[in-house]
Each structure stands twice: as C-alpha cells, then as structure tokens.
C-alpha cells in the first residue's frame, strides 16, 4: 500500500475508501492496542477478508436491505460492502480502537447506518438481525467454544468464513451448513438456525 491513509479501492464493480492499516498513525493506535493487552488481529489485511467481501459484493441478493450483525470485524473491507448495501450493520469487535477504525472507515465512505458494539460477542447483548457475518472467528480453542455457544443461542442465518485451520473443519462436523464458496484458503458456509 501507499503511504497515503486512504486507498481508492475496488470491490465488485464499485469503489471504496479502504483505509491504510500500515500507514504510520494507523500503526501507532495498533500498536498501543496490542500494549494495552488486547490481543489484536487486525494489523493487517486477511487475504481471505478479500475474498468475503468480493464475494458479497458479487451475491448482493442475499445481503440488500437486511439488518446485518458483523461479529469480530476489525477494520475489514467486508463492513464496507455491507454498509453501503444493508439496511442497518452492527459491527462488533473485542478491540475498542480496531471499532474506532472501523467506524472511521464507514465515515469515510459516508456509510451512517452503523452501531458499533464492543466485547466478547458471546457475552454481549446483540441485536435481533436478518443475518450474522463473521470472518476468520474460528482458529483456536477458545474461538472454537465461542462460536459455538453463539450458534446453539442464535436464530437466523449465518454466513461464516474460515480458513481451514485445526478446529474449523471440527465445527463443520458439528453444524448442518451449504458451503457457498472455497477460493484458495477461505471456505464460505452458510447456516441456517431455527
């Protein structure tokens, strides 16, 4: 990337103001995150991000005019997609600063239709939505029982993206689902609870 703060940015067929995560004043506020303890994992930008948001960007039929809950966001391009294109997106993140990016970055593009919400989703009170968006949430032991216990509590439909690491194919074992989508590492599936 440049060393500008904003990049004009293509996804699908329309352009965004994607936000430099290595420019220099992004980095500081990344970096004083990490120091303060919370484990961030949004210092750079996932390959597989990109493929979630060009994905929704080309199925814009299963996204258009609903209220979308975006579970650990970060400062992912696929919020843009959805901001410009849903009806309402809670975006929610365990990083208050990786929020403030986040919103910062909808802002820019002069997405309104956002609430942001911090903390641990599973602990959180969420709201009632059309669909649940999460990107890379599944990597470990801990993610692993969080999203699970989010799925055994939650109505609706799902749209998860994952790389194939140790404990994702474990909950597919576990969870009806279609996949929607496998381009290089990402595999998209979709849930559809109660």
Sequence with gaps: MTKQLWADTLIGDEHYALMNLNHAQIEERIIADMDAGVDVYYDNRWAATGILSEWLAQNLELIQE?????????????????????????????????????????????????????????????????????????????????????????????ILMNERLGPFPKFLEQEAHTIIFEIDDAVGVLLKRG
Aim: overall charge negative; proline content about 1%.
């Design 66 to 158: 609903k209220n979308v809950l975006i579970l650990g966001a970060g400062v992912g391009s696929e919020t843009l997609v959805l901001g410009r294109h849903c009806k309402h997106v809670w975006i929610n993140d365990l990083s208050a600063v990786a929020l403030e990016l986040c919103a910062e970055q909808m802002d820019q593009n002069s997405f309104k239709n956002y609430t942001t919400l911090c903390g641990r989703y599973e602990e959180l009170d969420l709201p009632e939505v059309d669909l649940v968006v999460a990107s890379f949430l599944i990597y470990n032991k801990d993610t692993y029982t969080a999203m699970r216990s989010f799925i055994a509590n939650h109505k609706g439909e799902v």
